[in-house]
């Protein structure tokens, strides 16, 4: 069966540190890979995706994730968080079927110290 | 840029009263979705429209959930007779083709 598992639900950093949120996928091949965030009280923004090619996609608002497929992973990483950045980060993945349907994690709450 | 939007942004409704929730896609997109987020878990799929009809279902979508797109614009989520585990987000999305889905602002359901 599809599944996401993002295995920290909490992650606290100081502002101006790196950031590396971990996503693992369960899928038969290789789906599309995508994170986004949901600020408190708000819809999901996408931050960045993966489709094919280079594995190394870069994003919005500094971000950029890796695809690694003899790990199944593709962890979202900052290299200096902002205080803007507290927010819950979810990771999907979307199976390439007839629907397209979007499997997401838990979610990982990114904490900002200052 | 164009937006998916969703109307109301919160509905409070009691329990075994029918509630519909609208999206407004953008324009070009052929895909829509419809996705839920109970407080504090995660997003959650519902089902998937194309082509004026279901192209997949979650096992939540059950007999008392509906979608249609009445007027080739607006996509609605239907249900019937609400429960209180139906206190969710619904989140509506929709895409062209190979690419991203796009997510409305949600609407908070609440089931009293």
């Known amino acids: 069966a599809q599944s996401v598992t993002q295995p920290d639900i909490h992650i606290t950093v100081s502002e101006g540190a790196s950031l590396e949120l971990r996503c693992n996928y369960s899928y038969g091949a290789t789906p599309y890979l995508f994170w986004y965030v949901q600020s408190p009280g708000q819809g999901l923004q996408l931050l960045l995706k993966?489709?094919?090619?280079?594995?190394l996609v870069q994003g919005i608002k500094g971000f950029e994730a890796e695809f690694k497929r003899s790990q199944s992973s593709f962890n979202l990483r900052k290299p200096s968080v902002h205080w803007s950045d507290a927010a819950e980060y979810f990771c999907?993945?979307?199976?390439?079927?007839?629907?397209?349907?979007?499997?997401f994690g838990s979610g990982t709450r990114l904490l900002v110290r200052p | 840029e164009p937006e998916v939007t969703q109307t109301p942004s919160h509905q409070v409704t009691q329990m075994g009263q029918e509630v519909i929730l609208r999206c407004v896609p953008i324009?070009?997109?052929?895909?829509f979705y419809w996705y839920r987020q109970i407080l504090g878990q995660k997003v959650e799929f519902l089902v998937s429209?194309?082509?004026?009809?279901?192209?997949?279902k979650s096992e939540i979508f059950d007999d008392q959930f509906s979608v249609e797109r009445p007027d080739g614009s607006n996509f609605t989520l239907k249900i019937r007779s609400t429960k209180l585990e139906d206190s969710a987000m619904y989140f509506c999305?929709?895409?062209?083709?190979?690419?991203?889905?796009?997510f409305g602002p949600g609407t908070r359901l609440t089931v009293t």
């Open positions: 993966y489709f094919s090619g280079d594995t």
């Open positions: 999907a993945v979307g199976p390439m079927d007839s629907s397209y349907k979007l499997i």
């Open positions: 429209f194309y082509n004026n009809e279901i192209s997949e």
């Open positions: 324009s070009n997109h052929l895909y």
């Open positions: 999305a929709a895409r062209t083709g190979h690419d991203e889905q796009y």
